[in-house]
């Protein structure tokens, strides 16, 4: 068993800004960059446990593997000599010549793998994505090429959306404040930020956010997705050295490549091999020229959402300062999940939120919106509210979306009068650390960060990923199983997100649940002691 843990990182020199657009912090700053309302929290322990995979099941998930792509090529075998159909999208005959457009491993891995527990996926529901929802029954006769409903619904306990708070609800303030706006300024605004896209409301929430999270300024895009890919290459740039966490989303990654920037993986929460990185970059320069780099952006997430690990702030942000980079820093799924007041994890720590140059996060998931935000200095802003493509091309949040984050935010704050947004937090961290620890005591191999409120039960094997997801939801529980390529090969996994909606009567069921499901498919490969 592998455990990790971490000390906070010691007081550094802060490092002479670089660039043209990210103004850096004032040196000696003793607040912590919080307004009044605040709460420094103490420094947590940050332990992490990710226990190593048993030799023989890393064994036998790779022949499990092997055998799916054995028998795959020759399921493809039969389908070019017309002894089976394949209902996959195929190149024309008027295309003979071309270079394929299907004819790749993704598509192999499709057509024979994926397609049969595609059913695991995908799946329609038909209510609130709430502490239970409701799914629409479907049913296939070609052996997962196509699907079709029975008319038929089951209602689940939901541990697969990213609800944490509690806020995707249709009665109560958010959902009255948002039909209440539908009313007074319709559905859409039908323009981008740049043009026509920008109403009084767009403008109220950002000060809002502003204020939450204790900085200058911020700015608010349609998709959470597009805030990282549309905006990393507005910072990024010819002569721009982007150094990225391992396991860092899709959307950071594909940002990243659209940047025109060199690009550095260090592994994940690894601060030797990422001092290692900055090091190298400050002594060589750029390739070839060896001139110095213009900027140097260390990019990394709040909650790794396939791990739930949570980075190790405090510690980069010294490295940050000590080799005068800038730090891009996701919390699409940790602002209003950790922290005392919902702020994040630049509460978590206790750190100043004004060391981290970019801020970005979702509302996706604690907001129960929709959209992203980017939170920094006043230039900052600026430059990406004229430079973003997404503030020119994109079109603008609709006015039912911006109320439910300004409502949803101003519970959390606790400028409604209530305790409400207050008993959302805690009630989360109860949550997941009790999920998480009964999980354990079960004997289940969990991985991530004991106050993340994602938490991945390992599977292993292929054949487990969807006997796993159809059995709990025969069960009445609804989640999340994932596998290659969207984790490393050996190491599949069902993914529980959990939320303050959640009931204590609510998670003991569930855990019943995936206990009766571990003894069926023996999953309890754990061979920790427990304490």
Known sequence: MQLRSGKSGSKLASAGAQGDFIAEPKNGIKENGFSKHHATPSKPKTLEEFEETPLILAIFTYIGYGLLVLFGYLRDLTRRYGLETTLQSQETPKNHGFVPLYQSFESFYTRNIYRRIRDCWNRPICSVPGAKTTLVNRTSDDFGWTFSNTGTTTEAL?????????????????????????????????????????????????????????????????????????????????????????????????????????????????????????????????????????????????????????????????????????????????????????????????????????????????????????????????????????????????????????????????????????????????????????????????????????????????????AFGRETLKRGVATVVVGFPATPIIESRARFCLSAAHTPQMIDEALQTINEVGDLLKLKYSRRTQH
């Open 158 to 466: 939901n541990f697969g959306s990213y609800n944490y708070l509690g806020f995707a609800e249709n009665c109560g303030p958010c959902a009255d404040a948002a039909i209440d706006s539908i009313r007074e300024n319709g559905i859409g605004v039908a323009s981008s930020r740049l043009e026509l896209g920008s109403s009084s409301l767009h403008s109220k929430c950002e000060e809002l956010i502003s204020e939450f999270l204790g900085v200058d300024s911020s700015i608010i895009f349609g998709m959470g997705f597009g805030t990282n890919a549309l905006n990393i290459p507005v910072l990024g740039g010819k002569g721009t050295l982007l150094i990225s966490d391992a396991l860092n989303h899709a959307s950071l990654v594909l940002g990243a490549r659209l940047a025109n920037s060199t690009i550095k993986v260090f592994k994940h929460n690894d601060l030797k091999h990422l001092e290692e990185i900055l090091r190298n970059a400050i002594v060589n320069g750029q390739p070839r020229s060896h001139r110095p780099w213009k900027k140097i952006i260390i990019i990394v997430e709040g909650i790794y959402s396939m791990e739930g690990s949570i980075v190790k702030l405090p510690e980069i942000i010294a490295l940050k300062k000590k080799y005068k980079a800038y730090l891009y820093l996701d919390e699409a799924h940790s602002i209003g999940a950790l922290g005392l007041t919902g702020r994040g994890v630049v509460e978590y720590y206790g750190c100043n939120p004004k060391d981290i140059d970019i801020l970005m996060g979702t509302f996706t998931k604690s907001f129960g919106s929709a959209g992203g935000y980017i939170a920094g200095s006043k230039k900052l802003i600026s430059y990406l509210r004229k430079n973003s493509h997404s503030s020119a091309y994109a079109t603008s949040v609709s006015p039912p979306l911006i109320q439910q984050i300004y409502t949803s935010m101003y519970t959390i704050m606790g400028k409604d009068g209530t305790d409400d947004g207050k008993n959302r937090i805690a009630q989360l961290a109860k949550n997941a650390k009790y999920f998480r620890q009964k999980l354990k005591e079960l004997g289940f191999i969990i991985y991530g960060h004991e106050d993340s409120p994602v938490v991945p039960l390992l599977l292993f094997m292929p054949a487990k990923v969807g």
